[in-house]
């Protein structure tokens, strides 16, 4: 017995240590700790808001018997109850999995975890705004005079708002880009009908403002002016507010733009990963649209990014990750990563465009672009240009089409030319801080080390300020204004200006244009 007693012991203490491990990290178990601590909080804090709202439409239900909110809030404080009751299933099966653990628990109850955190605050979230919404009723039917004034300033400001500046743009941006007319149109309509909406919204008013203003206004008739405030102030600040962004959106017509994801960095504060992309916007601004009068700016500034954010492009150094036509708005931006610069080429079917043409010669195809636009050429490629060829181009399309990022391998098992791995980015970006930190060394296609590369550190101090250049043509190291090249009227705007306006014939030459 004592012989089978020291063979079971091995298995008796692996059973132990097993057992021992069979739970939560303690970290883990800390965070769920902490989180069924507010969930019990946030519990309270329902309860009372409950109770408050409940006693509201009881003690004043003249004032909220028949009017919507009667029966919204009630509705909405139990949908609040139930994400509540979701996230207490939850603190639950986070304790069987402290206690069981088993295969990905530790996965499960970071999902579990985050899922509570969502439920707990969108519940509070609801709570809050019902509760904000009861007071600020119940204030109004205190103070009516008060009321009454304010909607007469918000009608009256309603009336007031120039639409004229708005619709000069507007008028203007339809003519340059027939394809946004109808679109413009529409908004600028919407816009000109708030006023008179607004206006018929304060005429139908008038009887619960005349019961307000004699002290004998009912509870349907606060509320009537409760839901005419409202759309007053919609009227009066909203109407503002769209036509700023009306002028805004028209303004975007006349720009095409790059980001251009220039360097990666992560560095450390205090006890936390910081991650920042360096981006490079090059933006040419459509000056005289008839005319193809274009300036180019360009800018540089380091941006904080979240994790997941940083390692969505890990792969994309270099490379365009957002890019916008002339004649679109901001929020139609292509966001799919691409070599910079292509999307300025036409399709070979088309043969040219503003920016430049197809050249066709014995030794092949390959895209020349136009003397006025060879800066833009300097700004996507650097030194490093090699004419586009009429096969990479094929790929290139054939990739944006299908809304994949095209990296330049001309084989699966060639290696690519662009991104982060790309041999034409190893070249040009030899400096930055991604390649100094050792970013190519996890590259099956690298040739060599990354130059000069240290002993890669994890973590790199990188500046969280805009970095701006030199502006070029100037011995200065200090130019705030960064890069500016060209001609141009009046005060210039800020960042890098290249090229000067005006289109141009196509050049009899057929060559490459000088390297730079």
Not at 47 to 56: F, V, Y
Not at 98 to 120: I, P, T, W
Not at 270 to 293: L, M, Q
Not at 326 to 336: F, I, K, M, P
């Amino acid at each position: 017995m004592k012989r089978v007693g020291q063979a079971l012991w091995p298995v008796i203490l692996l059973t132990l240590v097993l057992g021992g491990c069979a739970g939560l990290p303690r970290e883990l178990r800390q965070q769920a700790a902490r989180e069924g601590d507010k969930l019990q909080q946030a519990e309270k804090q329902l309860e009372r808001t409950q109770n408050e709202i409940r006693d509201d439409l009881t003690r004043v239900s003249d004032l909220f018997n028949g009017a919507p909110v009667a029966t919204e809030w009630p509705a909405r404080l139990r949908a609040a109850k139930a994400k509540l009751d979701s996230a207490e299933n939850n603190r639950r099966e986070l304790e069987r999995l402290e206690r069981q653990g088993g295969k990905g628990a530790v996965a499960r109850a970071e999902r579990l975890l985050d899922e509570s955190r969502r439920l707990r605050q969108s519940a509070l979230d609801d709570a809050s705004e019902v509760q904000a919404q009861a007071n600020r009723w119940l204030d109004f039917q205190r103070n009516l005079p008060h009321y009454l004034a304010k909607m007469e300033e918000e009608h009256d400001a309603a009336g007031r708002v120039d639409l004229a500046p708005v619709a000069a743009a507007v008028a203007k941006a339809e003519l340059d880009w027939p394809g946004k007319k109808s679109d413009l149109e529409t908004r600028l309509n919407t816009l000109k009908a708030a006023p008179a909406k607004a206006d018929e919204q304060w005429r139908a008013s008038q009887a619960a403002r005349d019961a307000a203003a004699a002290g004998k206004a009912t509870g349907p008739q606060i509320a009537t002016l409760i839901q005419t405030d409202d759309a007053l102030v919609a009227a009066s600040a909203g109407l503002t507010r769209d036509a700023d962004r009306l002028r805004a959106m028209s303004g975007q017509l006349y720009d095409a733009w790059d980001k251009i994801l220039d360097d990666l960095d992560i560095s450390r504060e205090r006890r936390d990963d910081v991650y920042r992309e360096k981006i490079k916007t090059v933006r040419t601004h459509f000056v005289d649209v008839a005319a193809k009068k274009t300036e180019t700016t360009t800018d540089e500034k380091w941006v904080d990014v979240s994790p997941g954010a940083y390692h969505s492009v890990e792969n994309d150094l270099g490379m365009a990750i957002a890019h916008k036509d002339a004649g679109l708005y901001d929020s139609e931006a292509q966001n799919t990563a691409q070599p910079a610069g292509f999307a300025y080429v036409a399709p070979p079917s088309v043969g040219s465009n503003q920016y430049g043409y197809w050249t066709h010669t014995d030794h092949g195809s390959f895209w020349t672009f136009l003397p006025q636009y060879l800066i833009m050429r300097e700004l996507f490629w650097g030194h490093n240009y090699r004419p586009i060829v009429i096969n990479e181009y094929n790929g290139y399309y054939a990739a944006q089409r299908a809304g994949r990022s095209y990296y330049g391998q001309e084989t699966p098992a060639a290696p690519p030319k662009y991104g982060s791995h790309g041999t034409f980015t190893e070249q040009k970006y030899a400096s930055s801080r991604y390649v100094q930190s050792g970013g190519f060394r996890n590259s099956a296609y690298a040739s060599h080390a990354s130059p000069a590369a240290p002993p890669s550190p994890r973590y790199n101090n990188a500046p969280n300020d805009n970095t701006q250049g030199r502006r070029f043509g100037h011995g200065s190291d200090s130019e705030s204004e960064g890069k500016r090249f060209g001609k141009s009227s009046g005060s210039p705007p800020p960042g890098k200006r290249f090229g000067s306006p005006g289109g141009g014939s196509r050049p009899s030459g057929k060559g490459f244009g000088r390297r730079r």
